[in-house]
């Protein structure tokens, strides 16, 4: 039996060097996943009320998702160091749990991202429509075509719009700010060729189309990550618990 012993020990030794480093890949997964929610939080907050009527959620699952990886890694940093056979077991259903949560996550997202495109482009028709250049949602709407260089939902829709009478196109579209004046904006041929051509909605959407394999494959490749875990943490644990393999 001590024999049996001996040589399993390298073995051990292995699959606990390999769930350690795991765990810390798990734990840097984990901060990303925090620092894109609280990014999300606190940058792109402004936005939301472009996205969907109602306040999403999406940024706090992902914090909160983020901050449960953060403690579950080192848990698992814990219970490898340990070797408690149950500590072990506890680590891999957990990151069984994570898995699953993680790819229906993912395949809700993929399955219903026509919904989530219509929710935006109705959200910001809406907020183009009711454009004042005083409230919430139009200072968001400013603020978003300064910055992805975009004009509207498309490119004329602004002419549609109650504000364009009186207002003409919002300052916010101009490519040189410095060469757009009121009289300019308010005519729809001279403001064709000082504002931005491409409208947000399209820009939005056709990063997204561009992107989407990458989007999904990232996130998948994140969730079958944890079988890695799972496996090593049972493997270790089996291994302990069949040789009876004290860690010290």
């Known amino acids: 039996m001590s024999r049996r012993r001996f040589q399993t020990k390298p073995l051990i030794f292995c699959l606990k060097t390999l769930l350690l480093v795991y765990s810390f890949v798990f734990w840097v997964s984990g901060i990303v996943l925090l620092s894109v929610g609280l990014w999300w939080i606190l940058m792109l907050g402004p936005y939301s009320v472009l996205i969907s009527r109602a306040p999403s959620a999406v940024p706090f699952v992902l914090s909160g998702t983020g901050a449960g990886i953060v403690v579950l890694s080192l848990f698992g940093c814990w219970a490898t160091c340990r070797g408690q056979c149950w500590m072990l077991r506890t680590y891999a259903v957990l990151l069984s749990l994570v898995f699953f949560t993680e790819l229906i996550a993912g395949i809700s997202g993929f399955i219903f ?6 929710s935006f482009y109705s959200s910001f028709s809406e907020a183009v429509q009711k454009y004042n250049a005083l409230d919430e949602r139009s200072l968001a709407v400013d603020d978003l075509q300064r910055k992805l260089h975009c004009c509207g939902v498309s490119n004329c829709s602004w002419l549609h719009s109650s504000y364009f009478p009186n207002g003409g196109v919002p300052g916010s579209c ?4 410095n060469d757009c004046d009121h009289d300019d904006l308010r005519n729809a041929s001279r403001a064709a060729e000082k ?8 820009l939005v959407t056709s990063f997204i189309d561009r992107n989407l394999g990458i989007i999904a494959g990232v996130t998948f490749g994140i969730a079958f990550s944890q079988l890695i875990g799972t496996t090593v943490a049972c493997c270790l644990s089996r291994f ?5 393999y004290q860690m010290v």
């Open 174 to 177: 101009c490519v040189q700010i």
């Open 195 to 202: 504002v931005y051509s491409q409208g947000c909605f399209e």
């Open 113 to 118: 991202r026509h919904e989530i495109k219509g």
């Open 240 to 244: 302990i618990h069949t040789n009876q």
